[in-house]
């Protein structure tokens, strides 16, 4: 499927071309308690993650990232990585799954767990396993250990080391953990309109016994939610202005909050202007907004020609409207929302269809795509340097987001430009978000 995942949804615009008290419930020895953990360390490289240790990843050889690392380069020598509970575990038994990028970051000589005794870190007693070995979970256990932090020493090589994935298991009954919770990113929403909302119950083993509400913390109108228990609802805004919503998780007697900010503006409108001899423009926007859109760097500011279609009432059904745009012709169709654009032979070069989530979809042929300025090839093979370059970019998801990887001709400098050599090209300078181009 071919789709802009965006993180705004309403400005759109193109161009063509302590320490918990443990109250136990069954035995439930062999799960993992990584997930519930809070990750630290000595160091992280700026393109990997702590979230990574526990994202619940299974790889399969070591240099293969998946969805995502924890590396420490540049750094060498002796690192560590730490998980803290909040409330205390029983642990006797860890997994690691060691990063060997082949580059930079390559497997440790030598590892070592120490867990918080109440005043310092010391070693586990009598540890069997240790290993460093590649492309495997690499085992160890030791005698049982109560504690609320375990931590991880590394001894690397001549280079810096990594892990894919990091797993605690539980020994015995399972702790009565406190909820965590996230409500999401901030975002825009359109006044009377539905607007989709997930939030997230994080580092959680088991949520059967946790509720959560949506609720308005403040906001000029009434929000409405479909179902304010639900962590994933959506909800409607009876006026435009600034809100703040709020989402609660209880647990017991234990709870948690996560806020997020709504800007509600109004109906959008839709405007096609000609950008050039072979190109159009396609904004949409709240009606009479005074807001511009985000600068970038990567679109041309100057003046460009009044609309030749403009649209207000683009909830309600109408009759296709039809123009010239340039040297297109250009189509809009209601429900849903769709710009169809054609050579002024009516050969087809396009079409973007708009949800009511903020998503954009376009058409893909079975002509190769170019662009997206991602430097280089996806490394699949031993070493970047024999990997075939990727030049057609369908067939998988671009997140779109700049990262330095040794797996690439130099940094990931993502570009939303896609240049369809069966004779289109469109360019998205907001909103951002992931390019979907898979089949």
């Not at 990594?162 to 953990?177: D, H, Q, R, T």
């Not at 950008?275 to 949409?284: H, N, Q, Y």
């Not at 280089?376 to 987001?401: A, F, N, Y």
């Not at 400098?413 to 089949?439: C, H, Q, R, Y």
Request: hydrophobic share 35%; aromatic share 8%.
């Amino acid at each position: 499927m071919n789709i802009l995942k965006p993180s705004v949804a309403v400005f759109s615009s193109l161009l063509f071309l302590l320490f918990g008290v443990v109250d136990t419930t069954a035995a439930a020895t062999d799960v993992n308690l990584a997930p519930v953990a809070e990750p630290s360390t000595s160091h992280v490289s700026r393109d990997t993650s702590l979230a990574a240790l526990h994202d619940g990843h299974a790889p399969e050889t070591s240099h293969v990232r998946g969805k995502g690392s924890y590396g420490n380069w540049p750094s060498k020598g002796t690192q560590w990585v730490q998980y803290d509970w909040t409330a205390p575990v029983r642990t006797r038994k860890v997994d690691v799954f060691w990063w060997d990028d082949r580059a930079g970051v390559r497997l440790p000589k030598a590892c070592r767990f120490l867990y918080w005794d109440g005043e310092r870190f010391v070693p586990v007693q009598n540890p069997s396993g240790l290993g460093v070995a590649k492309d495997q979970f690499n085992t160890t256990t030791f005698d049982e250990v109560r504690t609320t932090k375990l931590r991880l020493e590394i001894d690397a090589t001549e280079r810096s080391t990594g892990i894919l994935e990091w797993k605690v298991y539980n020994e015995g009954e399972l702790p009565n953990f406190p909820p965590s919770v996230a409500a999401g990113v901030d975002r825009i929403a359109i006044q009377g309109r539905e607007t989709p909302f997930a939030g997230q119950l994080l580092r959680a083993i088991s949520t059967d016994t946790t509720k959560v509400t949506w609720s308005k913390a403040s906001g000029p109108g009434k929000v409405v939610f479909a179902d304010d228990a639900a962590l994933a609802t959506t909800a409607m805004f009876s006026a435009v202005g600034d809100y703040v919503l709020n989402l609660t998780a209880r647990k017991g007697k234990m709870s948690d909050s996560s806020t997020l900010a709504v800007r509600v503006v109004g109906k959008p409108q839709l405007d096609i202007r000609a950008a050039g001899k072979t190109g159009i423009r396609i904004t949409m926007q709240p009606q009479d907004s005074k807001d511009t859109f985000p600068y970038t760097p990567a679109l041309v500011e100057r003046d460009y020609p009044k609309a030749v279609i403009s649209l207000r009432e683009l909830d309600s059904a109408f009759e296709p409207v039809k123009a010239r745009v340039g040297q297109m012709n250009v189509t809009v169709r209601s429900k849903p929302l769709s710009v169809q654009v054609t050579t002024l032979d009516n050969e087809p070069l396009q079409k973007i269809t708009f949800a009511p989530d903020g998503a954009m979809s376009f058409v893909l042929d079975d002509q190769p795509v170019l662009g997206m300025g991602q430097g280089g090839p996806k490394q699949t093979g031993d070493s970047w340097r024999t990997d075939k370059i990727e030049l057609d970019r369908r067939g998988r998801s671009h997140p779109m987001t700049p990262w330095y990887g040794t797996g690439t001709y130099g940094s990931n400098n993502p570009v939303p430009l896609m240049g369809g050599t069966g004779g289109w090209g469109v360019f998205i300078p907001t909103p951002a978000g992931t390019i979907d181009l898979s089949d």
